[in-house]
């Protein structure tokens, strides 16, 4: 029985994660520019938020609930403008100058870690995911012990987390094959698609 909240967990968890939005290219980006580790500890950023998304709708407070609902627009506004300024750093990223810091390791984790915990955080989609997930399959109600319901949330973290993990093992893979002109190509590429994400959200929230 407990096996089962960590299985649900694990589904939650890869659920979430493995649409490849801006977080997705934001890793896809470090990786190659900086290497696996790089791209893992921002991975990390986006499972640490959804899991803290996870806990919020675990714990089912009606007035965290109303504050999202309410805060929604400007929680969305606010990542949006995020998004669109990461994707304008990373269109001028200079690829020369990014492999030059990470052999002088000048690189900061805790900076990439919380970057993209606050840009997931900006996405209140998950926390209605899982809202939805633990009401309809009684995931979390008053029959739910500590032990399943950690169970649940550590399921969360680990899908979370092995879906980064192995996204970033296998981009990292192929970085080594990758000339320093194509990942100056991949950065202009990659910049678009994160400034259009951001222009997305700000169309909807707007029309």
Same mark, same amino acid.
């Given at each position: %029985?407990?096996?089962?909240f960590?299985?649900k967990g694990?589904f939650?968890?890869?659920?979430?994660?493995v649409?490849?939005?801006?977080?997705g290219? %934001?890793c896809?980006?470090?990786?190659?520019?900086?290497?696996?580790?790089?791209?893992f500890?921002?991975?990390?950023g986006?499972?640490?938020?959804?899991?803290?998304y996870a806990?919020l709708?675990?714990?089912?407070?009606? $007035?965290?609930v109303? $504050?999202?609902?309410r805060?929604?627009?400007w929680i969305?506004l606010?990542?949006?403008?995020?998004?669109?300024?990461?994707?304008?750093?990373?269109?001028?990223?200079?690829p020369?100058s990014e492999?030059r810091?990470?052999?002088?390791?000048?690189n900061?984790?805790?900076?990439?870690f919380?970057?993209? $915990?606050?840009?997931?955080l900006?996405?209140?989609?998950?926390?209605?995911v899982f809202?939805?997930s633990?009401?309809?399959?009684s995931m %979390?109600?008053?029959n739910?012990? #500590?032990?399943?319901?950690?169970l649940?949330?550590?399921?969360?973290?680990?899908g979370?987390?092995?879906?980064? #993990?192995?996204l970033s093992?296998?981009?990292s893979? *192929?970085r080594?094959k990758?000339?320093?002109?194509?990942?100056w190509?991949?950065n202009k590429?990659?910049?678009? *698609?994160?400034?259009?994400?951001?222009?997305?959200?700000l #169309?909807?929230? $707007?029309?």
């Amino acid at each position: %029985m407990l096996i089962g909240f960590l299985l649900k967990g694990l589904f939650l968890g890869l659920l979430v994660s493995v649409p490849l939005g801006p977080v997705g290219l %934001m890793c896809i980006q470090r990786t190659i520019s900086r290497g696996l580790k790089s791209g893992f500890i921002s991975g990390l950023g986006a499972a640490a938020a959804d899991t803290f998304y996870a806990i919020l709708a675990g714990v089912g407070f009606g $007035f965290i609930v109303s $504050f999202i609902n309410r805060e929604k627009y400007w929680i969305q506004l606010i990542g949006a403008i995020i998004i669109i300024l990461i994707g304008i750093k990373t269109f001028y990223t200079n690829p020369a100058s990014e492999i030059r810091n990470q052999r002088n390791k000048k690189n900061k984790p805790m900076g990439e870690f919380l970057s993209v $915990f606050f840009i997931t955080l900006s996405n209140p989609v998950p926390f209605f995911v899982f809202l939805a997930s633990f009401a309809g399959f009684s995931m %979390m109600d008053e029959n739910t012990n #500590y032990l399943s319901g950690i169970l649940l949330i550590g399921g969360v973290f680990v899908g979370a987390l092995a879906w980064w #993990y192995i996204l970033s093992l296998v981009i990292s893979k *192929f970085r080594n094959k990758i000339r320093l002109k194509n990942i100056w190509w991949l950065n202009k590429i990659m910049g678009v *698609f994160i400034i259009v994400c951001g222009l997305v959200v700000l #169309y909807k929230l $707007f029309f």
